[in-house]
């Protein structure tokens, strides 16, 4: 939406109405829908505009289902935003990080650090950004939520962060890791796949309390996980008991 609106800018002056996009700040939004003002506005040459933009998101993105339109509506009530404030927030949504920023050294396919722009909403008082920031390093973490920071005043924009979660740094060596995989083979007769993923646990918050924490994060197998849809394997919850009987007892 921030490269879209950026490209009718070029066209003529813009003040914004309202803007709406995605419902968390932990997911990826699947739309945004934007209103405008513009004297003299003419949809043939902002509608060539999206047409080059879908096809550009489409085809670098693997989206073959993006889709990108402009309409005319009836005006809206409320106050429009000055060309002025329109362009910050246009110059917010451009100049905003996104998305992956570093992968872990010598795991490219494994992500380090990310964040998400998961919310914005024009409110009747204010323009609204939400991200959440995520890494497995507190350094890098930290780095990016000042990048933010800069980037809110450089626009004379007010920032603030919640909801504060440690990173959960990988440890090369884990004498709790070595022991799961090997009563994890001795019950299943084959290798279990250990893996560092990008997410949000517990065990960094643990790790912070308790320096030199050892933690392993396992579970039984879940489906459609954060969904109306999930739901648990009790086959595989049973299994997961014994297993972390047999870890207690070799430890």
Known sequence: ???FLSEIKRLMPLCMTAIEG???DNAIPRSCTCSLVAMGMD???INDIAQKLQEKIRREYNEPDALITADNIDALGGNALSTQDT???IGLLCGAPNGIQARVPGQPEMVQTSLNLGIVKLDHDAFRMSFSVRSSVNQEKEELVQQ???LADLYDSEFETRGHYPAWEYREDSRLRDTM??????????KPEVVS????????MFGEKIPGLDAVSIGPQMHDIHTSRERLEIASTARTWEFLKATLKAM
């Not at 995989?181 to 084959?190: A, I």
């Not at 993923?197 to 960094?204: K, R, S, T």
């Open 148 to 150: 933010l920071q800069k």
């Open 87 to 89: 362009d910050k927030v």
């Open 1 to 3: 939406m921030g490269e």
């Open 181 to 190: 995989v090997s009563e994890y083979e001795k019950m299943f007769g084959r």
């Open 43 to 45: 949809l043939d040459p």
């Open 197 to 204: 993923i990008h997410a949000g646990l517990e065990c960094g």
């Open 22 to 24: 995605g419902s968390k």
